[in-house]
């Protein structure tokens, strides 16, 4: 039965830089799961604008972000699977309005997060940008912060991924908001477990959505340590959608795992991190307090962490 115009029903919703490209990866090729050519369209964050103002610098919004029938067209192929998933990580941050249209457009959604250390999530924030050349090697994650502080601020609408370190790293709050609309299909993961305790977590996930269970055997050639980029950033446009299509798919069945290392090799660079100064982690440390211990321990009282058993 075709579930044409219907909206997603399985949201990834956070944090960036907190595992969730791998736990899409991994969700994605379940047969109860559909998912779209694009991982984060982030529709509930940007309708209704065209473009992103910043310290004037102009970015057009892409038409599947802003517009509902572009946004729904990504869904069209959705059609036996029990969830469509859209794993837009910004809808995390100060998500006040986000979580009530999800709720409003959505409401027996399933809704998860996974939550990182602030100060390893920016640093792994950071060294994406810088990758991808969305900031500048010499700009520094004080400089980018300070700025951000402004806009938010001057609660300038919307923001882009540059300017977002604090506001995806502030978890508490947006726990309450989710957890409010959702209830009990709301589910929050730690980053850690996905290095420590990939087993239960998945087993815990595919509970969660009552879903057949996903054995780590089948995940091989999924490498869930090392963070990657496109060696040119116009692959972006070419292998991403080929990822998700019939040829993409093809692809992982018939093409041996050696040769899939070797190509990996050719069209990716493994991320570079760098280190961040005692001043920086004491200034993010300020701003944030104690939101990361609050915030789990708000998620163990209201029962809705993973808490792994290693």
Known sequence: ??????????????????????????????????????????????????????????????????????????????????????????????????????YEKSPDSKIIVFLRNPIDRIISHNSLHINLQRVKKDESIFEIIEKELILIKKNIEPWSHKYSYIRCSSYLESLKIYHEYFQDNFRVYLFEDIKNDLDGLLNDITKFLDIDNISTNELKNLNKNKSRTYRFSFLDFIITPLRFSFVGKIYKRIVPNFLKKYIRQFFYNDLKTRDIDKKTKEFIEKILKNDFSESIKFSKLNNILYESKK
């Open 1 to 102: 039965m075709s579930k044409k115009n219907k909206y997603p029903n399985f949201f990834i919703v956070g944090a960036p830089r907190s595992g969730t490209t791998f736990i899409h990866s991994v969700l994605q090729n379940h047969r109860d799961i559909f998912s779209s050519h694009v991982k984060e369209p982030a529709f509930f964050k940007y309708k209704g604008f065209d473009n992103i103002v910043e310290f004037n610098q102009i970015t057009e919004i892409e038409d599947y972000a802003k517009n509902k029938n572009d946004y729904l067209a990504l869904y069209k192929n959705w059609e036996n699977e029990k969830y469509c998933i859209d794993a837009s990580t910004h809808y995390f941050a100060k998500p006040q309005k986000i979580a009530k249209d999800i």
